[in-house]
């Protein structure tokens, strides 16, 4: 046996377990979304086909597209807040200051917990009239606001908490991306008679731009399809108030799993997989000059 | 000027995003009549806990997810090191469509797939058991290409050195290279054992019986038995929140480091 | 999955997408994995047999758990094939997911509890097993008319009620001496209703409260609105829903909310939890079920409180839902013979200890309206509907009752959709219910299941 092939032999043993793994755990679901899509299967083992049948129901679905609509939603609020918020902290806690290594533990702590604590840690501070939150805002005349019981509110709320939850992890994402900015250009800039702004503007935003991708396309991907769009929402509004949290996953959970329309769930899958794709596509085509190419 | 305010507002936002955990570990220690009170407790109890503690099962479910989550971390970083180490290291036909092809089940979360999931779980025999809440547990594509990041870092003379005493690429892998990514391993086991004590979703759809619950499901479940009863449900969160809390804490550096050295270097 | 986010900014453009778009490819491929679908395996005769239940054995081990244990136990006692009690937190089985992923997965609990609003789910499902064999024709008369022909199809019966459970106003006496109210205050009309829950209303409580979780029990709840006004959401096979009844029913629970006289989200379990609402002090009215009356007793013995009647619409008739959960046997389990035996023993057994078991359940260690007639003469001798709430239930409120219907997940689903917009949302009651009955009517057009009624 040539060296060659000994090697090539070696790295696909090597290759095995986790191909074969990611394989059956991943891309055969996906593959099976598609095969599925096409039946109806009723909660019960039993299958029937009904070719595009799933796919035609969808458009008479006002509660999905509700759910696309609060998927959305969710995705242009959280992401840009999540981007702000957690860029400012990292400015912030960027030089070293006395206590720094707690500042930014403290930042990144209620990333540690589950998001079943956090929704369930949400929903005892907001009680309706008797929560803390509702206590601290009673002096300002917003005691008897319903959080998590307004429509209108609700999903702000979620956007709120979910930015309480990931912002410390951001931060430390543009700490890292930061540490690529080299203090030398900074202060050259500085004495060139640049101003905060400016270095900003012109130093390190520039410099960023690989992390800011990361951070957005992540976020993105994270507020659409991640455990957030799930886990949170099922503990802390079950989709409510009169489905104004009913996120794209969540309808799918329940489509499956409550309502048993598994066939139906599947079609759904796989437009959201397709969605997807075509974002992730534009965006990676957006930023052409982002450097992103393989090294 | 500049230099003062910065700092004190740090500390100031730093405590109002810890504040909502702080006043849940309070309120956890405060008897059941006093949870809504608004302040400090007239007295500090440790009913609560001990309630959860003894008189729910939360023992078990904790053992259920510790036992889950080290599995899961051993058995994942084995296989993603072992991956990783082919696509970094190892030069044969296809390691371009087989690296992309990994890369892209990046894109798949677990939601997104749960339905077939649950049927590829169901046809495998699965369902509701630990394997179940293990093995398709073990298989995500970010591990891998950690690793291959950091392994195309490991100068090659250390490999070269181990070739010439004739090791087989087994014998490099397990006496060279594994030994070398101690350090990104600890990161990385900080990383998946926290994702693996933390997952709900997945031990939510395939797992009914009691005896297999995790403490995610154990702590949600919580409220559909002691919907009004605060002070226990907060109790469950506390305890489910500690060994991860812990973690964080020990394995901080190493998570910093992680970020630093593999992910965004 | 170990789903964990992690930075990565050097991972390719190109080869992301081209593996992505490869997978897709694929996935036009075709149908694997279906070949083995379906298949509980189907009328064995194993000896053990699980029964799922939200009632015990529980954590707290209390008298509704124990009735559980003990009558399992005293079966067990004397079977061949023994019953084992597996027990599901009432959320996760009322409106969760397990017992569904368990049917999903062929691997449904051989003995269930199942409510009016479930029952077509799974008989169309053909899971439920004919208890017929099992049922003596003197059990089978000893049921209040109407309550096996809820659970029965062309003639068979295919769910044994445990209970019968009418709904009421609760109300709270210490809220209403405060605001200075009495009883001649209490709400006859919706209008009075909410003018009184006006004056109950204030930092810390709420007037009125109706359920606002959306789910079965909500619908269950809202239904005697609608039947006061004479409407309903089916009639003779075609829908019936976008009628005034429904619209004014929606308008109702809609205007308890939009005055801020009913809270948005309750506490504790929500409508059905009197304790953690009216008991605690968070509201001053409730509607709820008569199981109320036991919990108060066994959790807030000093809580004074009284019952009325669901208000009424002008020119309306009283209503009440009789709801009441059944035990069924999984017609594909183990051993569907011996389940469909214990349920007819456990339930319907007719001689002194069948019916004293009946009693200690809808009258001792749970507050029900007994299904049975020799349960509630059983029950009258014991003076358990002499006096009180329950008097009242039994006397006033029950009478004007009617079954909860049993309507499939398609029809509860537009209803649900239709009060949770108009309570939450301040959506058009009018428009609210003629959407939800297009929905209802393009279903029915298709539906080939057995009676809904």
């Given at each position: 046996m040539t060296r060659r092939r000994r090697e090539a032999l070696a790295a696909y043993a090597f290759l095995a377990p986790d191909t074969i793994g990611l394989l059956v755990f991943v891309a055969i679901p996906m593959v099976l979304a598609f095969g599925v899509a096409f039946f109806k299967v009723d909660g019960f083992g039993n299958y029937q086909y009904v070719g595009l049948a799933n796919y035609k129901l969808m458009a008479g679905d006002d509660q999905l597209w509700a759910s696309l609509k609060v998927t959305a939603m969710y995705v242009v609020t959280f992401v840009p807040i999540a981007f702000v918020v957690s860029f400012a902290l990292a400015m912030l806690v960027r030089n070293h200051f006395k206590g720094i290594g707690w500042v930014r533990s403290a930042f990144f702590l209620p990333n540690v917990v589950s998001l079943v604590v956090v929704g369930l840690i949400w929903q005892f501070l907001l009680v309706d009239k008797r929560g803390a939150l509702s206590r601290l805002l009673a002096p300002l005349g917003l005691g008897d606001v319903s959080f998590l019981g307004t429509p209108s509110l609700a999903l702000g709320t979620y956007v709120v908490i979910s930015v309480w939850f990931l912002m410390g992890y951001q931060m430390l994402v543009f700490l890292a991306g930061l540490k690529d900015v080299p203090k030398e250009l900074e202060d050259a800039a500085s004495i060139d008679g640049a101003g905060p702004w400016q270095r900003f503007r012109y130093v390190i935003w520039p410099l960023l731009r690989p992390t800011s991708f990361f951070v957005v396309v992540n976020s993105t991907i994270g507020a659409v399809t991640g455990l957030q769009a799930f886990d949170l929402v099922f503990v802390l509004t079950k989709g409510g108030p009169a489905r104004a949290t009913s996120t794209v996953v969540l309808y799918i959970y329940e489509q499956a799993f409550t309502f048993n329309n598994m066939g139906y769930a599947a079609a759904l899958t796989t437009v959201v997989v397709a969605i997807l794709v075509v974002c992730t596509g534009l965006m990676f085509g957006f930023t052409r000059g982002g450097r992103f190419d393989e090294d | 000027m500049r230099i003062r305010f910065f700092p004190i507002l740090a500390h100031v936002l730093a405590l109002i995003a810890v504040a909502p955990l702080l006043w849940i570990l309070i309120s956890a220690l405060k008897p059941a009549e006093e949870v809504f009170n608004f302040g400090w407790p007239a007295q500090w109890t440790l009913d609560n806990l001990q309630y959860v503690l003894l008189k729910i099962p939360m023992p078990r479910f904790m053992l259920n997810s510790a036992i889950v989550s080290v599995a899961v971390t051993v058995i994942a970083l084995f296989f993603h090191s072992m991956a990783a180490y082919a696509l970094a290291r190892l030069r044969f036909p296809g390691r371009g469509i087989i690296f992309s092809g990994i890369m892209s089940t990046l894109l798949v979360s677990l939601p997104v797939i749960l339905v077939p999931l649950f049927l590829v779980a169901k046809q495998l025999g699965l369902l509701d058991s630990y394997a179940g809440l293990i093995v398709p547990s073990i298989f995500h594509a970010f591990g891998i290409f950690l690793l291959r990041q950091y392994y195309l870092n490991i100068p090659r003379e250390l490999e070269e050195a181990a070739d010439l005493d004739g090791c087989g690429y087994w014998r490099r892998y397990w006496s060279v290279i594994l030994p070398l990514s101690r350090p990104v391993l600890a990161s990385l086991s900080v990383l998946f054992f926290l994702a693996n004590w933390n997952a709900f979703l997945w031990p939510l759809t395939i797992t009914r019986n009691p005896d297999l619950r995790v403490i995610q499901l154990g702590v949600s479940g919580m409220q559909g038995q002691y919907a009004s009863a605060w002070n226990l449900i907060l109790a469950a969160a506390v305890i489910a929140a500690i060994p991860t809390v812990v973690v964080f804490v020990a394995g901080q550096k190493r998570l910093v480091d992680a970020m630093k050295t593999t992910g965004l270097k | 999955m170990a789903a964990t986010p992690f930075p990565a900014r050097q991972f390719s453009r190109r080869s992301v997408l081209r593996g992505g778009l490869g997978a897709l490819a694929a996935s036009a491929a075709g149908v694997p994995l279906l070949s083995a679908c379906g298949g509980n395996s189907s009328g064995g005769?194993?000896?053990?047999?699980?029964?799922?239940?939200?009632?015990?054995?529980?954590?707290?081990?209390?008298?509704?758990?124990?009735?559980?244990?003990?009558?399992?136990?005293?079966?067990?006692?004397?079977?061949?094939?023994?019953?084992?009690?597996?027990?599901?937190?009432?959320?996760?089985?009322?409106?969760?997911?397990?017992?569904?992923?368990?049917?999903?997965?062929g691997q449904g609990p051989d003995i269930f509890l199942i409510s009016p609003g479930d029952f077509l789910?799974?008989?169309?499902?053909?899971?439920?097993?004919?208890?017929?064999?099992?049922?003596?024709?003197?059990?089978?008369?000893?049921?209040?008319?109407?309550?096996?022909?809820?659970?029965?199809?062309?003639?068979?019966?295919?769910?044994?009620?445990?209970?019968?459970?009418?709904?009421?106003?609760?109300?709270?006496?210490?809220?209403?001496?405060?605001?200075?109210?009495?009883?001649?205050?209490?709400?006859?009309?919706?209008?009075?209703?909410?003018?009184?829950?006006?004056?109950?209303?204030?930092?810390?409580?709420?007037?009125?409260?109706?359920?606002?979780?959306?789910?079965?029990?909500?619908?269950?709840?809202?239904?005697?609105?609608?039947?006061?006004?004479?409407?309903?959401?089916?009639?003779?096979?075609?829908?019936?829903?976008?009628?005034?009844?429904?619209?004014?029913?929606?308008?109702?629970?809609?205007?308890?909310?939009?005055?801020?006289?009913?809270?948005?989200?309750?506490?504790?379990?929500?409508?059905?939890?009197?304790v953690s609402n009216l008991g605690s002090g968070a509201v001053a009215m409730q509607q709820s079920g008569i199981w109320a009356v036991a919990d108060?007793?066994?959790?807030?013995?000093?809580?004074?409180?009284?019952?009325?009647?669901?208000?009424?619409?002008?020119?309306?008739?009283?209503?009440?839902?009789?709801?009441?959960?059944?035990?069924?046997?999984?017609?594909?389990?183990?051993?569907?013979?011996?389940?469909?035996?214990?349920?007819?023993?456990?339930?319907?057994?007719?001689?002194?200890?069948?019916?004293?078991?009946?009693?200690?359940?809808?009258?001792?260690?749970k507050t029900n309206v007994p299904p049975r007639k020799s349960v509630q003469q059983a029950a009258d001798a014991k003076g358990a509907f002499a006096e009180g709430a329950l008097k009242k239930f039994v006397s006033e409120i029950a009478p004007t009752g009617k079954p909860e219907p049993r309507f499939p997940p398609e029809v509860y689903q537009p209803i649900a959709d239709a009060i949770q917009a108009c309570q939450l949302n301040a959506a058009d009651p009018a428009k609210a219910a003629a959407d939800a009955a297009e929905k209802i009517d393009t279903f029915l057009k298709t539906y080939q299941g057995a009676p809904i009624s």
């Open positions: - | - | 005769d194993a000896k053990e047999m699980s029964f799922w239940n939200f009632y015990g054995p529980s954590d707290d081990q209390g008298p509704q758990s124990k009735w559980f244990v003990d009558t399992v136990e005293e079966w067990n006692k004397n079977n061949d094939v023994k019953v084992k009690l597996r027990y599901i937190p009432g959320k996760d089985y009322l409106n969760g997911t397990t017992l569904q992923t368990a049917f999903q997965s789910r799974y008989y169309n499902g053909g899971v439920l097993q004919d208890l017929g064999s099992a049922l003596s024709d003197e059990s089978k008369a000893d049921y209040l008319p109407g309550l096996l022909e809820a659970r029965s199809v062309d003639g068979k019966v295919y769910g044994l009620p445990m209970e019968i459970e009418p709904l009421a106003m609760y109300y709270s006496e210490a809220a209403f001496e405060k605001a200075g109210l009495s009883e001649a205050d209490l709400p006859k009309t919706w209008d009075q209703t909410l003018a009184v829950a006006q004056k109950l209303t204030n930092g810390k409580q709420y007037g009125v409260m109706f359920e606002t979780q959306p789910g079965y029990y909500q619908n269950f709840t809202w239904y005697p609105f609608m039947w006061q006004g004479d409407g309903n959401a089916i009639k003779d096979g075609k829908v019936a829903f976008d009628s005034p009844a429904s619209v004014q029913a929606l308008k109702f629970w809609g205007d308890t909310i939009k005055n801020k006289v009913a809270p948005r989200k309750p506490l504790g379990d929500g409508g059905g939890d009197v108060l007793r066994a959790k807030a013995k000093n809580f004074k409180y009284g019952i009325i009647p669901h208000p009424t619409p002008d020119g309306g008739k009283p209503a009440t839902d009789l709801g009441g959960w059944a035990f069924v046997a999984n017609s594909k389990g183990k051993n569907p013979e011996a389940a469909a035996k214990f349920i007819a023993w456990a339930l319907g057994s007719t001689d002194a200890a069948g019916v004293e078991r009946q009693r200690q359940w809808n009258t001792v260690v």
